[in-house]
């Protein structure tokens, strides 16, 4: 098991960036991803990253998030830019080759 933290959740107004941060607890070697649930709705895959770097988004965000890697920081990230009301989430961080999820962060978009 890997432990994983999410931070950089935040209030923000439409059109509006963040960055969100996922800390692993130890050396990651395969994909990373990010998921976020709405209320009242499925989690649901947002963005992909191969230990090569290859990313692989859901349409609702491409084009305004990216997904990058820092292996010897031990971190992934994800830059957002351009954000919706219909962005507002909890948003995962996700190691699936040890089914591995952190806590989620709080990102809302409001004006």
């Known amino acids: 098991q890997v432990q994983l933290v999410e931070s950089g959740g935040d209030l923000v107004q439409p059109g509006g960036s963040l960055r969100l941060s996922c800390l692993a607890s130890?050396?990651?070697?395969?994909?990373m991803a990010w998921y976020r649930q709405a209320p009242d709705k499925e989690r649901e895959l947002v963005a992909i990253?191969?230990?090569?770097?290859?990313?692989n988004y859901a349409d609702s965000v491409k084009g305004r998030f990216t997904i990058s890697r820092d292996d010897a920081e031990k971190t992934v990230y994800l830059q957002m830019s351009n954000l919706k009301p219909e962005d507002t989430a909890v948003y995962y961080c996700?190691?699936?080759?040890?089914?591995?999820w952190g806590r989620g962060t709080q990102v809302t978009v409001s004006s």
């Open positions: 990253i191969t230990r090569p770097g290859t990313t």
């Open positions: 130890r050396n990651i070697f395969y994909s």
């Open positions: 996700h190691y699936p080759a040890t089914n591995s």
